[in-house]
């Protein structure tokens, strides 16, 4: 399946695809209030929102549009979060979206950084895509900087799903002279 990253790692993650016997641990994401504080949305009751986002990441994986792959903990063995790579339609075209959404309790460690460098690594080796996006509120601060430590840099504002976003962007070139090791710390000021 294209774009899927199953049986890639990390230093500390797995990726793999989604199992429905993740549904117990990634339902912990839905009653937590802040997994929504960027965007505007009508919620259902916690399982229904993570039964619906269950079926679109299968619904996904069959269409051949990426998917969000399961993060796993190396040390734990368990469910952290999902990250992967999602053909999105932004304005009327195709892009290839790098996405992260961590537990709760895992944000804050560098695992959205971790994987989303990842994802854009697989992307660009495999020459997916010329460009990478990443789909982020403007208000979400935390997802912007996971989005620059990776290279990627604010490219345009819109409306997405109802929502005022950023777009950032990295092209191919651009993540082939890209080096983390050498990068200053970077204070987001959009």
Known sequence: MKYLLENEETERLYFRKIHLSDFKAWLEFFKDPSSF?????ELKAPEVECENWYKKQFDRYETGRGGMNALIEKGSNKLIGHAGLLVQQVDGKAELEVAYSLLPEQRNKGYATEAARKCIDVAFQNEYWSTLISIISTTNKPSA?????????????????????????????????????????????L
Do not use: C, E
Request: hydrophobic content about 40%; proline content about 2%.
């Open 37 to 41: 504080q960027y965007w505007v949305t």
């Open 145 to 189: 900087n996971v989005a620059i430590k990776n290279g990627m840099k604010a490219d345009k504002q819109t409306v997405y799903n109802q929502n005022d976003v950023t777009i950032f962007r990295i092209s191919k070139m651009d993540w082939s002279h890209f080096r983390p090791t050498q990068r200053a710390r970077v204070v987001l000021s």
